[in-house]
């Protein structure tokens, strides 16, 4: 119970700090398009920077068999005009899909990791992303290919990093 | 507004972060659930998968209290997989649980149920329990097989019998020591399947088999193998040879006195006064008086004796066993004074009876086709050939005879029965057929105060005497029924084995009450052979 209230506690003192007009961070939010899973496949992607360094992101869009979604955070460091940062988010981060005597498609969620890269424009507040990822999927997602590749399904192994790129319109 | 939007956005995203995985070939159990119970412990789940691919399945989790057999192999929609039930420890209860099985595309759960209504956790040994012919009572363990402690009751299905002490109380894996007794004394010869009933807390639980093994003794046994016997109905004895004793046995009272004779003997006739006795033996004749037991002479016979008849004319006449044609000897025992019969010879191996009228001898030829009957005169004293049967293979005869104790009827070893007579015309001529097929008569007797007639027939297809008496009416020949002849219990080797017996020489006694019927054990490899007398009644 102690420490139940000791957390409510401390996020309340987050709101309150941001909330303190002497504290107030610099926000940004900006909304992307883009290729990859953190875009959940092909689709749009939604970053709130609430303080400075941290992004927290949210994406939705088609991998080839359904939405897919994905949410995560960035940490960031700064530079003139890039921006480099370490990212993570759970989401959707494997499609597979077979044709043949099996025909169908699965999406598998997980976590993933990687690092990212933003190329500012000197013109314009849009910016590049790139992104390259390391998903761990999951035991379902293993599962599947195992029994695929035991019924003899013609499988690509998938590969163990993934990348992804967009573009960002400023908003805030 | 903005929390609600908040919260609908982290729900979508948590629906959505679900993983729809790829729809791989589904495998099924048929059944998709099994029930077991305490009498069906074992059932059978077939594995197939949709659509009909190959795949691998293994166990991945089971009760403690069922056995999986096999634990892993290819889902094929064929090979049954066995689930048992370990009930050995289990009291009675209500088990609900699952059997995992993973498989290549993914589990498969079947529920399984055991309901326990009659528990075998608490056991009895010996089991089964068997009450032997040798045994009065007997220790039986009981033992609690379960992690718990019961309460028990035993209650026997019949009052003959008894369990001490019938109830008690168990700790787990704990055992106790009882008795069971039985009371022979009303008992007959059968092997009774009992039961003692289990209740377990006050509740009926199960049955626990107990074969007890009864022989009751209603037979003589007597010490040796018979070789001929008759029976005296005026003294009413009967007297049987064993070896080289002569035996005067009175089977109700079971009191034997034997006589000893200079040689094996062969066969016996009884005279009809009851007093004296001619035994045959291998080229000799013994007397005997049966009224003091005592050897009176012994002649010698040219001849080895099949077949003996004491007439009341005081000569003995000898049937021969050996050669081809041949003479009745007929032995003037006056003086020992030996004589050939005269008229037409006689073939070896010739059975004969004495006609009731004391002037006749019928015999009943062997080893000649068609089997045929004859009739001597000895009236004379020294026989004379009369003349055979008026049939030439029309009625079996088949070796032996036996006659009615009014001397009107003949009956043979072929079942069939003639009629007697001192006219020629209507002697040995047809009286009717004892019923039966495939069977000859071993031994017969008749009675005329009782118009009864009983007979043990020989099997031909066994070629062994049968172990039933079979009755007829003496007048009409109507078949009235049988009688069993009761068998023996034989120890062999440790054990005991019940024997038939089979029926080789049966009498009348002079009242009609009793048939007396010398008996052996049926010949079996390994078995020592026994004799007995055995005493039916005559209802």
């Excluded at chain 1, 994905?70 to 480099?84: L, S, V």
């Excluded at chain 2, 009175?250 to 009884?270: M, R």
């Excluded at chain 2, 081809?324 to 004589?339: D, F, K, P, V, Y």
Aim: charged share 15%; proline share 5%.
């Amino acid at each position: 119970m102690m420490k139940c209230l000791t957390i409510l506690f401390l996020l309340f003192s987050n709101i309150l700090q941001a909330q303190d007009p002497d504290h107030e961070p610099k926000k940004e939010f900006d909304v992307g398009i883009g290729i990859g899973i953190d875009y959940g496949g092909i689709g749009a992607r939604a970053t709130f920077k609430p303080i400075s360094h941290l992004g927290l992101f949210a994406a939705a869009g088609y991998n080839f068999n359904s939405i897919g979604f994905n949410a995560g955070g960035q940490w960031h460091f700064p530079q003139k005009r890039n921006d480099f940062y370490i990212t993570a988010m759970y989401g959707y981060n494997a499609v597979i899909a077979v044709s043949g005597d099996i025909e169908d498609k699965g999406t598998y969620y997980g976590v993933s990791a990687g690092l990212g890269y933003e190329l500012h424009s000197r013109r314009r507040p849009n910016f590049w992303n790139f992104e390259i990822l390391v998903p761990f999927r999951n035991s379902n997602f293993k599962d599947d290919v195992d029994a695929l590749k035991y019924l003899g399904a013609d499988l690509m192994e998938p590969l163990p990093i993934a990348i992804s790129i967009g573009y960002h319109f400023k908003i805030l | 507004m903005k929390r609600i939007l908040f919260l609908l956005c982290i729900n979508l995203f948590l629906l959505g972060c679900r993983d729809d995985r790829i729809e791989l070939p589904k495998v099924t159990a048929n059944p998709s659930q099994l029930s077991l119970t305490s009498d069906h412990t074992t059932d059978h789940f077939i594995l197939s998968a949709d659509p009909p691919v190959i795949l691998e399945w293994s166990l991945s989790y089971k009760p403690d209290w069922l056995d999986v057999s096999p634990a892993s192999g290819p889902v094929d929609g064929m090979n049954a997989i066995t689930v048992t039930a370990k009930t050995s420890t289990l009291l009675p209860q209500l088990l609900n649980d699952k059997i995992v099985i993973t498989t290549t595309t993914g589990k498969v759960e079947i529920p399984v149920s055991l309901n326990i209504t009659r528990s075998i956790a608490v056991q009895l040994s010996p089991a089964p329990l068997l009450v032997d012919y040798n045994e009065n009572s007997k220790s039986v363990i009981i033992k609690n097989n379960s992690s718990q402690t019961v309460n028990w009751q035993l209650e026997p299905s019949a009052t003959y019998f008894s369990i001490t002490p019938a109830s008690g109380t168990l700790a787990a894996n704990q055992t106790s020591t009882l008795t069971l007794a039985v009371n022979r004394s009303t008992l007959d010869t059968k092997i009774y399947a009992e039961t003692l009933a289990l209740k377990i807390g006050g509740v009926n639980n199960s049955t626990f088999p107990v074969s007890i093994n009864n022989f009751k003794e209603e037979k003589w046994i007597l010490d040796g193998a018979v070789t001929d016997a008759e029976y005296d109905r005026t003294g009413d004895n009967l007297i049987v040879i064993i070896g080289s004793k002569l035996y005067k046995l009175k089977p109700e009272t079971k009191t034997a006195v034997t006589v000893d004779l200079p040689l094996p003997g062969t066969c016996v006739s009884v005279g009809q006064n009851g007093q004296y006795a001619a035994v045959g033996h291998d080229a000799w004749v013994s007397l005997v008086n049966l009224s003091t037991m005592t050897l009176v002479q012994t002649y010698p016979v040219t001849a080895n004796a099949l077949d003996v008849v004491l007439a009341p004319n005081n000569w003995a006449y000898i049937f021969p066993k050996v050669d081809q044609w041949q003479n009745i000897r007929c032995i003037n025992l006056a003086t020992g004074t030996e004589m050939l019969n005269t008229g037409r010879q006689i073939y070896a191996g010739t059975k004969a009876k004495l006609h009731p009228s004391g002037n006749y001898i019928y015999g009943a030829n062997n080893g000649l086709s068609p089997s045929d009957a004859e009739k001597y005169d000895i009236s004379g004293g020294q026989a004379n050939f009369l003349y055979d049967s008026p049939y030439h293979g029309q009625y079996e005869f088949s070796g032996n005879l036996w006659m009615a104790d009014n001397g009107t009827k003949m009956f043979t070893r072929g079942r069939t029965v003639f009629n007697l007579s001192t006219n020629q015309a209507s002697d040995m001529t047809y009286a009717g057929t004892l019923a039966g097929s495939s069977a000859g008569v071993e031994t017969l007797d008749h009675i005329s105060s009782r118009n009864l007639v009983y007979a043990v027939y020989y099997d031909y297809s066994s070629q062994t005497p049968q172990n039933e008496i079979k009755i007829f009416s003496g007048d009409f020949l109507n078949s009235l029924g049988t009688k069993p002849i009761p068998g023996f219990l034989i120890t062999q080797a440790g054990g005991f084995q019940l024997v038939p017996s089979e029926g080789k020489y049966g009498f009348f006694n002079s009242a009609g009450t009793k048939f007396f019927i010398c008996v052996k054990s049926k010949t079996i490899t390994g078995v020592p052979v026994q004799w007995a007398v055995a005493t039916i009644n005559v209802n």
